[in-house]
């Protein structure tokens, strides 16, 4: 009689009392009277590992991005953490999650213009009436993330001059 099996890794068989693993995956076990017949049976015990199943999950995300394993959601709040579950052979697999981070892009918009001026930015018109606001670019920064845009315009005073001065019917100003 044979024993070839392919194990998990971290289990073990014991035939005839003794125990066989992977420190000692082979050997003979010899049962007295083990037949049906009356007769000495043998055992040949040749057992093969399965090889440990580790993943590693190492991403960079925009903040907000998640990644689910397992049914478990890491995100910036959580972002690593080990996962075991099940491999298509019965084992255990591992899996090691590491996410980091891009940081947030932020920029602000602070400038003056005349007071009939308008700024379009991001497709919104920002005038003297509405000079401020936050825009949101979907992907706009260098790494595919948002980009924001926090708008704060203002605005110079109209300049309003009276020129009242006497002249001739025959003068003229320039």
Same mark, same amino acid.
Do not use: K, R
């Given at each position: 009689? *044979?024993?070839? !099996?392919?194990? /998990? +890794?971290?289990? !073990?068989?014991?035939?005839?009392? &003794?125990? =066989? @693993?992977?420190?000692?995956?082979? #050997?003979?076990?010899?049962?007295?009277?083990?037949?049906?017949?009356?007769?000495?049976?043998?055992?040949?015990?040749?057992?093969?590992?399965?090889?440990?199943?580790?993943?590693?999950?190492?991403?960079?995300? /925009?903040? #907000? *991005? $998640?990644?689910?394993?397992? #049914?478990?959601? =890491?995100?910036?709040?959580? +972002?690593?953490?080990? *996962?075991?579950?099940?491999? =298509?052979? #019965?084992?255990?697999?591992?899996?090691?999650?590491?996410?980091?981070?891009?940081? *947030? %892009?932020?920029?602000?918009?602070?400038?003056?213009? /005349?007071?009939?001026?308008?700024?379009?930015?991001?497709?919104? @018109? =920002?005038?003297?009436?509405? !000079?401020?606001?936050?825009?949101?670019?979907?992907?706009?920064?260098? &790494?595919?993330?948002? !980009?924001?845009?926090?708008?704060?315009?203002?605005?110079? +005073? %109209?300049?309003?001059?009276?020129?009242?001065?006497?002249? /001739?019917? $025959?003068?003229?100003?320039?």
């Amino acid at each position: 009689f *044979e024993i070839d !099996s392919l194990l /998990c +890794p971290g289990t !073990s068989i014991t035939v005839n009392g &003794n125990l =066989y @693993d992977a420190s000692n995956p082979t #050997g003979s076990e010899t049962f007295v009277n083990g037949s049906f017949l009356g007769c000495d049976s043998i055992v040949n015990i040749n057992l093969n590992f399965i090889a440990d199943i580790i993943t590693d999950i190492n991403s960079t995300l /925009c903040l #907000g *991005e $998640t990644v689910s394993v397992n #049914g478990n959601t =890491y995100d910036e709040i959580n +972002p690593t953490g080990t *996962e075991v579950m099940t491999s =298509y052979q #019965g084992c255990d697999s591992t899996i090691n999650v590491t996410l980091s981070f891009f940081p *947030e %892009v932020i920029n602000n918009l602070t400038t003056t213009l /005349c007071s009939t001026d308008t700024l379009a930015v991001n497709g919104t @018109d =920002y005038f003297s009436g509405n !000079s401020t606001g936050t825009e949101v670019i979907l992907g706009g920064s260098f &790494n595919g993330c948002d !980009s924001t845009i926090n708008v704060s315009l203002g605005f110079f +005073p %109209v300049i309003t001059n009276n020129l009242e001065d006497t002249l /001739c019917s $025959t003068d003229i100003i320039l």
